[in-house]
């Protein structure tokens, strides 16, 4: 069976802990979200497979583009506040892994890292590890 890219590709990070100590850094040095909208960092893409076969720049920037899991760096004052569309609580927080939809968002770079600003209702759910979340 032929196995996906995206499947193959492993985050940054030692460690889980140590990736999230790291985002927390960064975090901290870049603008709140506003309004409904959640500001998503996104986790680099190694270079290489968990085989060892070197990743393309250009197949990479690709992953990167199409990832649906990221990192909760602020969610704006009014992120589900609408409670005929949010009835119960919100759906994530700072500091959760969370599962978007492929594509979401706007996309940007602040101090080299790449972040996306997402609507509230575009996570679709909270992870404990994102290492095992593959796009298919």
């Excluded at 040095?29 to 500001?39: F, H, K």
């Amino acid at each position: 069976a032929k196995q996906r890219m995206s499947s193959a590709i492993r985050y940054d990070g030692e460690s889980l802990e140590s990736q999230v100590g790291e985002m927390e850094r960064i975090a901290s040095q870049v603008p709140d979200a506003c309004g409904y909208r959640i500001l998503v960092m996104m986790p680099d893409v190694k270079e290489t497979t968990e085989g060892g076969i070197v990743i393309p720049e250009e197949r990479r920037g690709a992953e990167q583009v199409a990832s649906i899991v990221g990192w909760v760096a602020s969610v704006g004052p009014d992120a589900y506040k609408d409670k005929s569309r949010f009835p119960g609580e919100p759906w994530c927080k700072k500091g959760d892994w969370i599962v978007m939809r492929a594509y979401a968002g706007t996309r940007l770079k602040i101090r080299g890292q790449e972040f996306r600003i997402i609507n509230d209702d575009s996570v679709e759910c909270v992870v404990e590890d994102p290492r095992g979340v593959a796009r298919l």
